[in-house]
């Protein structure tokens, strides 16, 4: 079946600091794979998208990484900020509902 | 972006009622949407996808007489959690596609007593 797996439950990085996740599949073969940001009570917010011929991607302090033949993605934040803690998604998406992984709990310390 | 609400952020009912909770799609027309589930500290677990103007498809281990879903409209899908009990407490979060990405509404809270 197919699994999808963030590293960490928990991490905790000092404010400044390039956070790094890691969302790694199996069974799988996504076309797309994305990262969300949730905060505690509410929905998930998109991101960013990375697709299957893409190495990395990146948006203002944000940059992710797919290789499909590790089958693994890594999320990071540069000069990470208190604001940025939050617990972080990653979704496969093959143009069917996204199958999510448990997410990260960044925890950004000042 | 897109924008996704969902009504009521918050409910709390009684062991043994029905609540309804409504997704819209307020700028863009979505021909399907998604609910998840998400209890806490866990993933959001698909329930349904729901396709307008036909049935729901349910995930292995839904109940669709528990779980009713109608997509009358583009921008509009309800789900309603009948004769609910406290193991349906949870965080229900609806979702639509646009170009690819899928946006998010803002989750119900549902606590049934």
């Known amino acids: 079946s197919q699994k999808i797996e963030q590293n960490s439950e928990a991490l905790n990085i000092q404010e400044g600091k390039t956070a790094t996740l890691t969302c790694n599949y199996t069974?799988?073969?996504?076309?797309?794979l994305q990262w969300y940001r949730q905060d505690p009570g509410r929905g998930p917010v998109f991101l960013l998208l990375i697709r299957e011929n893409e190495k990395e991607k990146r948006k203002e302090r944000l940059k992710v990484t797919f290789d499909t033949t590790l089958k693994q993605s890594l999320f990071h934040i540069t000069a990470s900020q208190p604001a940025d803690s939050a617990t972080y998604l990653c979704?496969?998406?093959?143009?069917?509902?996204?199958?999510f992984g448990k997410g990260t709990r960044l925890s950004v310390i000042a | 972006g897109a924008v996704v609400s969902q009504h009521p952020s918050r409910v709390i009912c009684k062991s043994g009622t029905s609540v309804k909770i409504e997704c819209r799609s307020l700028d863009f027309q979505a021909t399907t949407m998604f609910w998840y589930r998400q209890f806490p500290k866990k993933s959001l677990m698909l329930m349904a996808t729901?396709?307008?103007?036909?049935?729901?498809?349910?995930e292995q281990g839904v109940e669709k007489d528990k779980f009713l879903i109608n997509h009358a409209s583009l921008t509009l899908s309800t789900l309603t959690v009948t004769s609910a009990h406290p193991e349906d407490s949870s965080f229900y979060i609806c979702s639509a596609r646009k170009a690819g990405e899928q946006y998010f509404g803002p989750g119900t809270r549902l606590t049934v007593l």
């Open positions: 729901s396709n307008e103007g036909s049935k729901a498809t349910y």
């Open positions: 979704a496969l998406d093959r143009n069917t509902p996204l199958v």
């Open positions: 069974n799988y073969s996504p076309a797309y």
